[in-house]
């Protein structure tokens, strides 16, 4: 039978609260290949699951259940108590947030995980990290070398290197966290927003020197793994991209239609909100969820 990898996007995004350890109990029950989820470094220097570089006051309430009014706070001024008086288990009502997510279940008492809490609930997955670190705004998160440092300290704690996938749009986090743990795989991922600006995201790629071309220059920085926005991504950069030895995963995929789309190209993975409907589009197009690796 052949296999496709599946993973959940934030744990299970559409269906329940991000990033948190609630969603990934869901996440799991779908018979996932894995997860992948967000970082962010606090305070005091604890590595959690925070898509954002602040609070996001669509998804979060304080310890008296009223939801947070922007300007929110870093997560990177906030030390890791602070952080676990915030409730992010239910959506704002009348956001984009709440309309582009409508079938998600809300968890009242959800909290921000740290990434140590999570590797403990998440055992036999595999684990697609994405270091969220800012090019063009430096001063809102850890150095990217900082992150990769501790990200990786809890990984090894956690005798999770083998299963894991550092990913990052910030490339100066990739090349980090390579000079800290050769081993660990990295990711490279790319979003028309970032190609725009690649003196920021991809610093010290030339993407000319590759003829403009992703793969080519994916495999040149030595990543095992190229992560594409999806609606970019054509059945010849998929192509490419294997024959040059690179795993290639697609973000994020929610559409059946798109979902064959990808298949039929012979996609590696998918990265999705919805595992319910990718995994039932799995299914249609005649294969399998491929188990984990690196148990």
């Known amino acids: 039978m052949k296999q496709i990898g599946l993973f959940g996007h934030r744990g299970a995004r559409g ?9 990934f109990e869901l996440a799991r029950s ?7 989820f967000d970082i962010c470094i606090t305070a005091d220097g604890v590595p959690v699951l925070h898509h954002d570089p602040y609070l996001n006051a669509s998804i979060t309430r304080d310890c008296k259940g009223a939801y947070i009014q922007a300007p929110t706070p870093l997560i990177h001024e906030l030390t890791r108590a602070q952080l676990a008086t915030y409730d992010v288990g239910r959506i704002r009502p009348g956001t984009d947030y709440g309309r582009q997510h409508a079938g998600q279940v809300a968890h009242d008492g ?6 140590a809490d999570a590797l403990a609930h998440l055992d036999g997955l595999e684990l697609l990290i994405e270091l969220k670190t ?20 809890v990984l090894r704690a956690a005798g999770a290197i083998k299963r894991s996938k550092i990913l ?7 090349r980090a966290a390579r000079g800290i743990e050769p081993g660990l ?26 003829g403009g071309n992703l793969p080519r220059a994916v495999a040149w920085f030595g990543a095992a793994c190229w992560a594409p926005w999806a609606t970019t991504l054509e059945a010849r950069d998929i192509y490419e991209a294997q024959t040059l030895g690179l795993e290639v995963l697609a973000w994020t995929v929610n559409d059946p239609v798109q979902i064959r789309r990808l298949i039929e190209a012979r996609i590696d ?10 995994a039932a589009a799995i299914e249609a197009a005649g294969y399998t969820i491929r188990p984990p690796r690196g148990r």
């Open 110 to 115: 959800a909290r921000i995980p740290t990434l």
């Open 168 to 174: 990052a749009f910030d490339w100066r986090a990739l």
């Open 15 to 23: 269906l329940a609260p991000e990033n948190t350890l609630e969603g």
């Open 30 to 36: 779908y018979g996932l290949t894995g997860v992948e």
């Open 185 to 210: 795989r990295r990711c490279c991922l790319t979003a028309p927003d970032t190609l725009s600006h690649p003196e920021l995201w991809l610093k010290g790629v030339d993407l000319g020197v590759h």
């Open 269 to 278: 993975g998918i990265i999705t909100d919805r595992p319910d409907l990718a």
């Open 134 to 153: 800012f090019p063009d705004a430096p001063e809102h998160t850890a150095t990217p070398a900082d992150m990769a440092e501790a990200v990786i300290n």
